[in-house]
């Protein structure tokens, strides 16, 4: 299921205003992003109906759930709900608590019960009560219990926040194939630039109560004008491969018709995979280099070169239809007598491809 969600609309909650204008496609997981006191978590209690804007609109396609004339309650707006911290009641085990939203559910669909237990894997903690569950399993029943109620939208506040380090990853998978199993558009709400990169398409990005950006988590992550709020350190770029082999340990991938070597991943051949690669971590030789231990060479073009820093330059490359970044020095780009159009190659070591996401 996809869709569009309009948003005009202020709300003041103390001494802090959100003030919004956004038309935002729903097609699978849209990150809200921006860093604390953006506004983030105002947005979504306005979305959900937990929250009543001072003013505006608030619509899901043809479906309006606030303007002028009328406030849709937030148990008639068909939305799931997961906050940061599960919020199950205590006294009730898994199963119950699944039981009980079900049961509350504003109308029946066609996710049952079996079918969250099964895409979360529950069966082993439905007769648990919460306290005896990690953070991590608490927030897999969470989600458990927001897709049993059958909802048009899925809203995630920060569902990592609270799991440790070693479940986030495992989390983010269950995460990531909600959209496909249950055709359910999601809206996750993060601080995190690696949750965005390995969860969402597309991105809003919120600063002081206000849109900074919006549009496909790329095109935002490669403007240099947004690095304030996205972070200069994490600039890189997403390229998209597919895996045509397991070799030695490593995976083979194909990106625009060129070889990555990658430690090996979990796929099959012909799976389509995200790979995250910083610009920091990418080198630049105008000459394909010879017995090199960096393994991954790409041929690419330099299609722009940006110099906001007084040490750094900044290079945009274009591997076939996918646009790579690369950071060097001044004096390296001087030295190396770099202009736009000129044929490039970058080198990536394997070891720098720290975050790839199977899709």
Do not use: C
């Amino acid at each position: 299921m996809s869709g569009k969600l309009h948003l005009d609309f202020s709300i003041a909650r103390g001494g802090f205003e959100l003030d919004v204008r956004a038309a935002l496609e729903l097609d699978g997981i849209s990150a809200v992003f921006g860093p604390s006191g953006a506004g983030k978590t105002t947005l979504l209690r306005a979305i959900a109906g937990l929250d009543r804007p001072a003013r505006g609109r608030i619509a899901l396609d043809d479906a309006v759930w606030h303007d002028a004339t009328r406030h849709v309650p937030a148990h008639l707006r068909r939305i799931g709900y997961v906050f940061q911290d599960g919020r199950l009641f205590p006294h009730l085990s898994v199963a119950q608590n699944l039981r009980f939203a079900l049961e509350h559910a504003p109308s029946p669909g066609p996710i049952g019960m079996p079918d969250a237990v099964a895409a979360l894997q529950l069966q082993d903690l439905l007769e648990r009560r919460p306290a005896s569950l990690s953070g991590g399993e608490q927030q897999r029943v969470a989600i458990g219990r927001a897709l049993v109620t059958n909802p048009r939208l899925l809203l995630m506040d920060e569902p990592l926040s609270s799991v440790d380090a070693g479940r986030r990853r495992e989390i983010a998978g269950y995460i990531e194939q909600l959209p496909a199993k249950f055709g359910l558009p999601v809206l996750y709400v993060t601080h995190d630039i690696d949750e965005v990169i390995r969860l969402a398409s597309r991105m809003l990005l919120l600063a002081r109560g206000r849109v900074a950006a919006q549009g496909s988590v790329t095109e935002i992550l490669d403007r240099i004008d947004l690095w304030p709020l996205t972070g200069r350190l994490e600039a890189g770029s997403i390229l998209e491969a597919a895996v045509v082999a397991q070799r030695d340990g490593m995976s083979h991938l194909s990106v625009e018709g060129q070889t990555l070597r990658i430690p090996a991943i979990d796929a099959a051949a012909g799976k389509i995979v995200r790979l995250r690669i910083h610009a920091r971590d990418v080198v630049i030789a105008t000459q394909r280099p010879v017995q090199l231990s960096i393994r991954n060479v790409l041929t690419a073009r330099l299609s722009r070169i940006d110099l906001d820093d007084t040490v750094y330059a900044e290079l945009k490359l274009e591997v076939g239809a996918q646009s790579l970044r690369a950071r060097i020095t001044r004096e390296a780009l001087a030295e190396l007598e770099l202009t736009p159009g000129r044929t490039l190659f970058a080198l990536v070591k394997s070891v720098a491809f720290d975050d790839t996401m199977l899709r």
